[in-house]
Structures are given as C-alpha cells and as structure tokens.
C-alpha cells in the first residue's frame, strides 16, 4: 500500500514540472501574439479602413506609380533545393536555387511586393482585378509573391503529377491546411487585410513556400521579370510606398502623385 | 489462484519464472518500440512534416495514403505509434493477469491511459495546425510515456520481482539527487520541446543544459563513490554520464547545423539526423536517469 502510495509520488513530481511548462509555454506565446497585436495608431487606420465600405477605383482620373526595384551589392549565396523526394519535379528542374531572392537578368529584383502604406485615410477600394491566380508547377509556386484584396477570389491550381498541402499560416485571417491532388482547382479568399503577408507553405514538399500579402485596397504590384512595377488608380495625393523583400525587408519612400500624371519610384536592395 | 502463481513466482517456481522472463522481454520490446516512435516523431519535427497530413485520425481519408515527400514520415509515426498503442494495451492486459502487485497492474492501466493521451494530442496538432502548447505536449508525454514503459521493464526483471518495495522517506542524498536528475532531465526536455515547437525561446535550454550537467555529473560521481556496489547501480550512472556528454555534443551539433542551414530552403539531411538522435539520446538520458533513481530507491528499500 505504502509502495503504491509513494509510486503516485513518483509519477506526480514530473507531472507538475510538466504542467508548469505547459502553462509557460502557452503564457510565452499569449504574449507574442499580444505584441503582434498590439497595433500602433496607424494599424489602427487600417483596421477602421478594413471595416469601412470599399469604394471603386477611378481609374480614369487616377495616377500611376511605376518604378524599378534594383539590387546592388554581393549577391547571395542561395542554396539549392533538394526535389530527390519528388522525382516527377525534379525532373523539371536543373539545379534550381532557394527562391528566397530572385535576382533577374538586368540586375533587378523580382518578387518585391511594392504597396501603399499610408496615405489613404482609412478608406477601403474595391479590387481592380475580379481574382488571382496561383498555380503549383514544378513543386515551385507561381507567382512566389501575390497580393490580394480581402475577400478577392484566389483561384489555386495544381499542375504537377503529384498531391500537394496548402497550408496558409496567417496571423489574423483563418488558418488552413488543405490537400490537393492533381489538376484540382481550389477557390480561396482571405476575408481581412492582413500585412506581413502570409507564409503559404506546402508541408508535403517542404522546399514549397509563398507568400500573400492582403489589402483593404488595390494599390499594390510585385516587381517582374524585368524588375518594374506598376500601380494604376490611385486617387491624388500624397503616399507612403513600401517595398517589401522576403530576405531584405522593407523600404519606403514618400511620394506625391497627381491626377491622370505618372510618378516614378524606385528602390534600391543591398545584398 | 493467483495468490498461488504470486507464491510459486516468489519461490522461484521454474514456469511462472519463465512466463515472467517472456513478460519482462515483451515490457522491454514495448519500451524499445516506444523509443523508435520518439525516432519516428522527430524525424516528423525535423523534416517540418507534421502536417503533411491535413486530415485525422484517418490519412487522406484513408488507411495508406500516397506515400510521398513529408507524408512518409508524419505515416509511418502513425503507424508505429498504432504499433504501440496495441504493445501497451497487450501489456496492460498481460500484468493484470499475471503480475501479483496491484500498482504494477495499474502502472499498466496508466500506461494506456497515456498511450490514448497522447494520441489524442497528436490529433489535435494536426486539427488545429500546431499550437505550439499541444505540439509541446504531445513531445513531453512521448518522454513521460517512454518512462514508464521503462519502468515496467525494469519492474518485471525477475531480480526486481520478490523486492519491490520502494520507500521515499529518509532518502539519503544520492537518492534525492537521483530524483532531482529525473525532474531536471525532464524539464530540460520539456523547454528543448518549447524550442523545437517554437513556445520558448533557446536560452531556455540552453540554460537547462548547464543545470542539467552539473546535477547529472555530481549524481553519477556520489553514486559511482557510495552506491557503486549496489545492483545494477554503476552501470546505470555510467550510462547517464555517458548520455549526457553524447547529448551535449550532439546539442552543439544541432545548434550548429540549424545556424549552417538557417537559410536553406528545406531542412537539410544532417540537421534532421543530428536533431533526431539528439531526442533520441534525450530520451535515453531521461530513461538512464529514471532506472538509476529505481535502482537506488529499490537498495534502499533493501536495507
């Protein structure tokens, strides 16, 4: 009896460190995300800039922003994804780099996600676009950066011969986790804005990741193949554009743009 | 009837001696296969491939699914933990018709009513996308769980078998720092699952790690001085001392191969090895400590 007793005790010791931990680990990550939630006075614009009724752009009287993303310094040692698990995309590819810097031919940036982050006082635009599409060639995701207004229709397709996961992880909209088989087409949407975009990962082929980025408004492009970026319809004003690089971060610039006229921005990334 | 088959197992009657033989080998495979799931369940961890499979309990919505990329690994865990959970439940079964103790049979009882525990956690990772408390959970009842299976196997040795007692009270240092390790080893598993499941930050273990040694080495060397004679007691802390320092290494391993590859775009073979076998020996760190602190509770019981 005294043995059974003292067995208890033997197992309860470790059983509240464990409980202790649980508990610290869960109050560890209450506070982080308190921290990310904790908007200053300009997320909070865009919350109320969120809720507020989307409006139409007018693209006939609104401005253009173009510009270039360049990359000057020492280019990054990029490693090289490994598709052995997946011999069906390895075979499309030769040797492929890390897509976590995409440095294109004549010396630019592809990928930079370039937006407006601040200057719209609160006010939501309806998007430009009806949807966007994002397709899985390769076990590579194409485009590797994609904005969206909230509640715009995400049309995500499969290419490859084999199964993949989606599983967006965002901060502030739904989580999910989603399986998808060849040539299947799935219809998505993210209800609200959300900025850092969201890490899109595929835990299948763990080499697979993406990202989003959500608006309340449709002033927003990610730089191309040849580097440029255009934003068409944005009302006159005074701005703040942002560049945003998965590895390098982000960079912003104060711009004035007047109705019907083209400003030009360009931004600069140093390896 | 059973009061009998306790009798004749004291008095070393031959056939209950080898039933209990072939008890002891089946606690002992079941612990053995409890420490390959551990393997299994880091190599899901360390390839990032615990939601490879979206739905559960069933794959896919099936029994096998496509067995491709991260869905082998997160598959086989789940298989080997069924493997598992059918072991605990035959042991269960098997000490309550043949083991005499009443605490050894609900040891086993407890046993499955941990196996469904952890289950239940690892479902619940993978329906609600990894929270970091559940994944930490699920990783640290993995560890309390291959503690026990290891105390049963040690129970159900027919040396351990007519001397069960175990007596807490009036421990002497060594024993008490015997169970100190036992915690210690435990918490430090515990935040080195906060880190992997990212709860908690490295410091944590870091700082674990340096507690840790100081009390498993000053354990090891008072046991190998003052307790060395007794059964079983000096192989057991060399065993700990020796687990510690392969862990410690392979700590320093891990660390370093997670900074080398920090911005690879997948995780990379030898971090998922070393990170592997870095559980893996955690977990045997953990279980030398648990059967050195039985061992010297079990002399002193003796006295």
Not at chain 2, 175 to 194: D, I, N, P, S, Y
Request: with cysteine; charged share 15%; glycine share 8%.
């Amino acid at each position: 009896m005294e043995t059974s007793m003292n067995w208890k005790k033997l197992l309860g010791l470790p059983l509240v460190f464990f409980a202790l931990i649980v508990l610290a680990v869960g109050c560890s990550k209450k506070e982080t995300e308190k921290a990310e939630d904790n908007p200053d006075d300009e997320d909070n614009t865009e919350a109320a800039a969120a809720n507020a009724p989307a409006v139409a752009v007018d693209m006939a009287n609104g401005a253009t922003v173009t510009g270039k993303i360049t990359f000057t310094g020492a280019k990054p040692t990029l490693n090289k994804i490994q598709m052995d698990a997946e011999p069906s995309c390895a075979a499309m590819h030769n040797n492929i780099p890390s897509q976590e810097v995409v440095i294109n031919d004549n010396g630019t940036l592809r990928y930079v996600m370039v937006y407006v982050k601040d200057g719209l006082n609160g006010k939501s635009y309806k998007p430009i676009e009806q949807k966007e599409n994002l397709d899985q060639k390769g076990c590579l995701y194409e485009p590797h950066v994609i904005g969206l207004v909230n509640s715009e229709e995400l049309d995500i397709s499969n290419d490859d011969k084999t199964t993949h996961n989606i599983h967006p992880q965002p901060k502030i909209n739904r989580e999910w986790n989603e399986s998808q088989s060849s040539g299947d087409v799935k219809k998505k949407e993210f209800t609200q804005s959300e900025w850092p975009p969201i890490p899109v990962k595929c835990n299948i082929h763990p080499w697979m990741k993406m990202y989003i980025g959500v608006f309340n408004h449709p002033f927003f492009a990610v730089s191309g193949a040849d580097g440029t970026f255009t934003i068409k319809g944005l009302p006159p004003g005074t701005y703040t554009i942002a560049a945003w690089q998965e590895k390098y971060g982000e960079q912003t610039q104060k711009v004035t743009v007047k109705s019907k006229e083209e400003t030009k921005v360009d931004f600069n990334f140093k390896g | 009837m059973q009061t009998a088959q306790l009798h004749m197992t004291m008095t070393g009657a031959s056939e209950p001696r080898t039933a209990r033989v072939w008890l002891h080998r089946y606690a002992t495979l079941s612990a053995f296969c409890t420490l390959v799931l551990i393997c299994a369940g880091a190599l899901v961890t360390s390839n990032d491939a615990g939601l490879s499979i979206p739905d559960w309990p069933l794959s896919y919505g099936r029994l096998v699914p496509p067995l491709i990329g991260g869905i082998r690994y997160e598959w086989t865990h789940r298989l080997i933990a069924g493997t598992v959970g059918c072991l605990t439940l035959g042991l269960a079964v098997w000490l309550q018709f043949a083991d005499p103790r009443r605490w050894m049979r609900r040891l086993g009882i407890t046993a499955v009513g941990l196996v469904v525990a952890q289950a239940t956690l690892g479902g619940l990772t993978v329906l609600f996308f990894q929270p970091p408390w559940v994944s930490t959970a699920h990783a640290c009842l993995a560890q309390a769980f291959f503690c026990v299976m290891v105390s049963m196997a040690v129970f159900t040795t027919p040396e351990w078998g007519s001397r069960a007692g175990i007596r807490f009270s009036g421990a002497r240092t060594t024993e008490k720092l015997a169970m100190t390790v036992v915690a210690a080893v435990f918490l430090q598993l515990l935040v080195g699952a906060g880190y992997r499941h990212k709860g908690l930050g490295m410091n944590w273990h870091l700082a674990g790690a340096v507690i840790v040694t100081g009390f498993v080495f000053w354990t090891v060397v008072r046991a190998l001085r003052y307790n060395a004679t007794e059964s079983g007691v000096a192989p057991a802390a060399i065993a700990l001392g020796a687990c510690l320092l392969g862990q410690l290494f392979l700590g320093g391993g891990s660390l370093g191969a997670k900074l080398y590859y920090a911005d690879a775009p997948q995780p990379m073979p030898i971090f998922v090895y070393v990170t592997t076998v870095h559980v893996a020996l955690g977990a045997l760190t953990l279980a030398s400590a648990v059967v050195l602190a039985l061992l010297l509770f079990r002399s002193e019981a003796q006295r």
